[in-house]
């Protein structure tokens, strides 16, 4: 069924009598030609561009819960394309690209929303990093707008701009950085490879990776035993004990990260805001919740819950930048599980077991990243060659010590991003 | 989640420092190959469970190695690093 504003009204006449599940829910076969662990956003987009670009017939997607059940529903929606070092700029740049045309191309609205993204500044220092780093962005052919000090007044009437710690200097405005609806994004490349005839497969969890003489033939599953030409790991926090399986240990630690939104609110803030020197970032929702979050918790977790310290340290920089949001009141919060590199960038890479490939290590950034993510992990997996926006992303860059992307130059350590 | 400092007994989480994997302990020696020196850096066993951990306890400067649960934040041990065997 074509999803379309005729269909709303046809339905509404009908009384919606005719709409159909958006997705098979098919038991798994006992082979297939490709196999997906992780139904979550990259998961998805995965299977999509398989079935789309390269014509996988025979693809399915394994995942434990239900389909969206981990990080992309734990996020703060925010996409943008603002990275400075070669490597991540053309990549992000390229996703924002898939973004822009995704609805579309999905038949499907994930509420795409290019509201425009402030980073702000607080130091002359800061606003040199920032004019170098817009200037990067423009390179890449992407939008950047340098504001003083008025500029950001115009935009943010709202901040306290002279903080006696912070006072706005100005800000870095990405006019095409915004946000989008992330269970949306889930449930749109899983319709969208649904009919493209990969099969979803919820509540199946694998328990075993088959290896035989160096590679890859099928997977244990708690629904049986499924035979695989090649597998495909991107399970974002989860990625150490899926590849462990297989025998491999990854250069990654999970930790948690924590988001709060505040109760429904009228129109107030009408981009995303960043805070960089307080580690704190909001947008509203369409709902109308004021959306924030900060930094990790910086201790490795998998509670999908956070600790109360962080979340006074992200109230106190709330109410540093901007006292109005005081007068709001924390509705819930909530914690994902980040898969985190020492250098902050991620891995799209052959793992040396033939026909095993992982995609992982996205830290805190992996929403914006899904449509490009799948799409080069597609064609790496499809191809067995990376793609060119995704060919620095390497394994053993950590080993050789070549091609590392430490994008905060806090040095390319665990514990420092 | 609430730290016991050996020295000050169960504190408030505020007053540590999270400083990462309690694997940075076990050093490699001066000799070792380039590969152990990766490995020791950069590779982690990332445990879905009991995990080893330092912190700093800031007000009195003591290191600490903390045995705790990454699923329920559970506090299992705490002692100081000079004691903990690499």
Redesign the interface.
């Known amino acids: 069924m074509r999803y379309s504003g005729a269909r709303v009204i046809l339905e509404g006449l009908r009384g919606q009598r005719g709409w159909r599940p958006a997705w098979r829910e098919p038991a798994p076969k006992s082979d297939y030609d490709i196999v997906i662990i992780g139904g979550g956003g990259h998961g998805l987009s995965t299977a999509y561009y398989l079935a789309r670009e390269h014509g996988a017939k025979s693809v399915a997607v394994l995942e434990r819960g239900w389909l969206g059940s981990g990080n992309i529903g734990r996020n703060t929606t925010i996409v943008r394309a603002n990275y400075y070092l070669p490597g991540n700029s053309e990549f992000y740049s390229h996703s924002l690209k898939m973004w822009e045309g995704l609805e579309r191309e999905l038949n499907y609205n994930v509420m795409h929303s290019q509201r425009g993204l402030i980073n702000l500044f607080h130091s002359d220092g800061q606003r040199d990093a920032f004019a170098r780093r817009g200037n990067a962005m423009a390179n890449q052919g992407d939008d950047a707008i340098l504001l003083d000090r008025d500029g950001v007044r115009k935009h943010l009437p709202y901040l306290d701009f002279d903080n006696p710690r912070f006072p706005v200097y100005g800000g870095l405005l990405h006019p095409r950085g915004g946000t989008a609806r992330h269970d949306a994004v889930a449930w749109g490349y899983a319709r969208a490879a649904d009919r493209r005839g990969v099969d979803l497969i919820q509540n199946c969890e694998v328990t075993g990776i088959d290896v035989q003489n160096g590679r890859v033939t099928g997977l244990q599953t708690t629904r049986g035993s499924i035979r695989a030409k090649k597998v495909g790991i991107v399970v974002a926090g ?1 990625s ?2 899926v590849a462990a399986m297989a025998g491999l ?6 930790h948690v990260l924590q988001a709060f939104v505040t109760e429904g609110l009228k129109p107030v803030i009408n981009h995303v805001v960043s805070f960089g020197m307080g580690h704190f970032y909001i947008s509203q929702s369409d709902k109308g919740g004021l959306v924030f979050g900060g930094d990790i ?7 999908q819950r956070g ?3 962080m979340a ?1 340290h992200v109230m106190e920089a709330a109410m540093t930048l901007m006292p109005v949001i005081g007068q709001a009141r924390v509705l819930r919060s909530w914690g994902g599980i980040m898969d985190m590199t ?1 250098d902050g960038s991620p891995i799209i890479d052959k793992t040396g077991i033939d026909g095993l490939y992982i995609d992982c290590g996205w830290n805190y950034g992996g929403f914006k990243a899904v449509p490009a993510s799948g799409f080069a992990f597609a064609h790496l997996i499809a191809q067995d060659r990376p793609h060119r926006i995704a060919e620095r992303f390497r394994l053993d860059r ?2 050789t ?1 070549r091609g590392l992307m430490d994008e905060e130059g806090t040095g390319a ?3 420092l991003h | 989640m609430r730290l016991t400092c050996p020295h000050c007994g169960e504190r408030d989480l505020r007053e540590f420092a999270a400083r990462g994997s309690a694997v940075v302990l076990s050093r490699p020696s001066a000799g070792a190959s380039a590969e152990e020196w990766a490995d020791y850096l950069h590779i982690r066993d990332n445990p879905a469970g009991e995990a080893r951990d330092l912190f700093y306890h800031t007000p009195c400067g003591l290191w600490i190695e903390v045995t705790r649960s990454t699923i329920t934040h559970a506090v299992i041990a705490a002692r100081p690093v000079r004691e903990a065997k690499p």
């Open positions: 989860r150490s004990q240990r990854l250069p990654i630690e999970s918790d910086f201790y490795p977790s998998y509670a600790n109360l310290p006074e020492p950590f080993t010590g350590q665990h514990n």
